[in-house]
């Protein structure tokens, strides 16, 4: 395992470490500073001559200085002779805004690939793209793994007496029913309307939750407003509990506070985003076993997808 070197950038550098010491080796030492303007500065302090290389850095907030960040940093290895460059983004910032959903709105998915691509690099890991067609947008291999691999065994030891999966809205029945099928429950859907970003109304269920303990599944959680309006709807139909598992906890805004006061029991998330904010209802699961697991079969060209079956 010497061919290859594992980096990080500043954004999440305990996830990198976690990532490291399940590969049993120690994070690339990497200086990374700002000068009085903004700009950033990176020098890569070792040699990368001839190696495999993997940088982490989710595009979390501020996400406009981790993406810049991050593609310095491919340019810094790329230029110093590395093989080949890996961008390991836990989580894909920007991937929202996945199509035209309005007139004259960008496809900010593509852009920040096409970046990523001009940069030079060779390859892209990530968990749980908001929507999995982001993967056409790259040119070059994409592993999106999947967050379910994280959640399923802490599901199951909750021994819940009548489990049911939901979907939040429509755009997630695939990944709800993908938890459904792995774990033998039924499933229901959360029909929502969105007024606009960040403001979600609840307006219907799509099946029957009288008492059921509810799993909501979603790839990310931001301000919260989702989830706590389908807890309340969930609840007012007759669930018994509500939980939800939301790979990447943003967490930003009023989150916290409607997590705090809203009637969902818990939230589960991963640590690819720092959390920084405190709620006795935030369970994190750690997906630096995935990464570094697939990156272990990467480096020995063994098949990624059989993580999953």
């Not at 010491?21 to 500065?41: C, M, P, Q, R, W």
């Not at 935030?282 to 697991?293: D, M, Q």
Request: aromatic share 6%.
């Amino acid at each position: 395992m010497s061919k290859f070197k594992l980096f990080s950038g500043t954004a999440n550098p305990e996830f990198a470490k976690k990532v490291g010491d399940y590969l049993n080796i120690e994070v690339g030492i990497a200086t990374i500073n700002k000068f009085s303007d903004g700009e950033i500065s990176v020098q890569i302090k070792e040699s990368v001559r001839g190696q495999d290389v993997f940088i982490v850095q989710p595009t979390c907030a501020p996400t406009n200085d981790h993406l810049m960040e991050l593609l310095i940093m491919v340019d810094a290895l790329k230029r110093s002779s590395a093989k080949s460059v890996s961008a390991v983004i836990p989580y894909y910032g920007y991937a929202r805004q996945d199509r035209k959903a309005a007139p004259r709105v960008p496809i900010t998915a593509k852009l920040v690939a096409d970046m990523l691509e001009a940069a030079g690099i060779d390859r892209m890991i990530t968990i749980d793209l908001h929507a999995a067609q982001i993967q056409g947008f790259f040119n070059i291999p994409v592993d999106n793994l999947y967050g379910s691999v994280m959640f399923l065994d802490y599901l199951k030891s909750k021994n819940l007496k009548n489990p049911i999966i939901a979907s939040p809205d429509i755009g997630g029945v695939a990944r709800a029913r993908s938890y459904a099928d792995k774990l033998g429950y039924d499933l229901v859907i959360v029909d929502k309307r969105r007024e606009k970003a960040n403001v979600a109304e609840v307006m219907n269920i799509i099946g029957d939750v009288e008492g059921k303990d509810v799993i909501l599944v979603d790839d990310m959680v931001d301000t919260a407003g989702t989830l706590v309006k389908a807890a309340e709807a969930l609840k007012k139909r007759g669930a018994t509990s509500v939980m939800a598992c939301c790979t990447h906890g943003v967490l930003s805004g009023p989150a916290f506070d409607r997590l705090n006061e809203g009637t969902l029991d818990e939230l589960i998330i991963s640590d690819t985003i720092p959390v920084h904010g405190k709620s006795e209802k935030i369970t994190i699961l750690t997906g630096s076993r995935i990464i570094g697991e697939t990156i272990r079969r990467i480096t020995n060209n063994e098949s990624v997808n059989s993580i999953f079956i």
